[in-house]
């Protein structure tokens, strides 16, 4: 079992093009507990910020400019040997296809928004929860 205070210390990366999104996310997060938070609004940064900041959830949307949430799970795929991907995908997308190309890429979970706030913290912390076992099992 994992304890609440590796939980809450996890690292969290947000990519999101929406300001307003980001601000949102980063305040829910803050008062749940979880304070180790990264983000950008520039998909662009993504991939640089998982290699340096090495995240145990990345919180991604799909539409952006530049690069879309698919081509990102691409990329932290190229970028790591770790085969666990830690992406929860929160779009605005309700279609079957979008879902089912996230999840088969290899995101972890996949929510619509607008975003339900326990839902939300439930996931999420399922990721990082699956993430820290895997890593011990590794070790």
């Given amino acids: 079992m994992i304890s609440d205070a590796r939980i809450l210390g996890a690292k969290i990366l947000v990519v ?4 307003a999104n980001v601000l949102l996310l980063k305040k829910m997060l803050s008062i749940s507990g979880y304070n ?3 983000s950008t609004t520039d998909s662009r940064e993504a991939t640089k910020l998982y290699t340096d900041f090495e995240p145990d959830v990345v919180l991604l949307d799909l539409k952006m400019p530049h690069f879309d949430g698919f081509e990102i799970i691409e990329q932290f795929k190229n970028l790591s040997s770790d085969p666990f991907l830690p992406v929860l995908v929160l779009t605005a997308e309700r279609d079957k296809q979008s879902r089912h190309q996230a999840l088969e890429q290899g995101a972890r979970d996949y929510l619509e928004k607008p975003l339900d706030r326990v839902e939300l913290l439930k996931r999420m912390r399922n990721i990082i929860e699956m993430r820290m ?3 011990d099992l590794r070790a």
């Fill in 133 to 135: 076992l895997y890593g």
């Fill in 36 to 38: 180790n938070v990264e």
């Fill in 16 to 19: 999101d093009d929406e300001v």
